[in-house]
């Protein structure tokens, strides 16, 4: 029987990103320093013996983001929703472009929207499934970053006005 790993569980998306990495695990491990065996029995979510440390999922997660693994914050996230809280890739300065903050406006609505919708399809049949949550908490991930993004342009913008 196949496992189905969700996005929104913290060791499930550490285990995924970390497969993404280019090489997979075994060129991960390398990368970190560490046994291939080790690494692999810490990321597994299904080996309840053994865990990775803080420092080792920073790492997983840098690495990751680093070589241009799709979602390499995925694992942060779900950690985070694990909690109850959110968070949000903050853009660097130089990554935030001098458009117009109203084309801002309308990507923040555009990914409002995507939750209402991914909601919306979700309670259709008045029950929501493990994979569909996991499908709207990313839509809310999406959100946020938008919004984030939004606020980072805004107080550049401030920064660079005179007053």
């Known amino acids: 029987m196949t ?3 969700f996005d929104m569980n913290q ?3 550490l285990y995924k990103v970390a497969r993404s990495y280019p090489g997979g695990i075994d060129a991960l491990a390398q990368a970190m320093g560490i046994s291939v065996n080790v690494l692999r029995n810490k990321l597994a979510p299904t080996i309840a013996s053994h865990y990775p440390s803080f420092e080792e999922v920073s790492a997983v997660v840098d690495l990751c983001h680093r070589a241009g693994v799709a979602e390499a914050h995925l694992p942060l996230h779900a ?4 909690h109850g809280m959110a968070a ?3 853009p660097l ?3 935030i472009g001098d458009d117009d903050l ?3 406006v309308c990507k923040v609505m555009s990914q409002v929207g995507s939750v209402a919708e991914a909601v919306s399809t ?3 049949d008045g029950k929501v499934t493990a994979a569909e949550a996991d499908l709207i908490e990313r839509e809310f991930q ?3 970053s938008a919004l984030g993004e939004w606020r980072a342009r805004l107080r550049q913008k401030a920064a660079r006005s005179p007053g």
């Open 11 to 13: 060791h499930d998306a």
């Open 3 to 5: 496992r189905k790993y």
């Open 93 to 95: 300065p130089e990554n």
């Open 142 to 144: 999406g959100a946020l």
């Open 102 to 104: 109203s084309q801002t």
């Open 122 to 124: 979700a309670l259709m």
């Open 88 to 90: 949000f890739v903050v």
């Open 79 to 82: 950690l985070l929703t694990r």
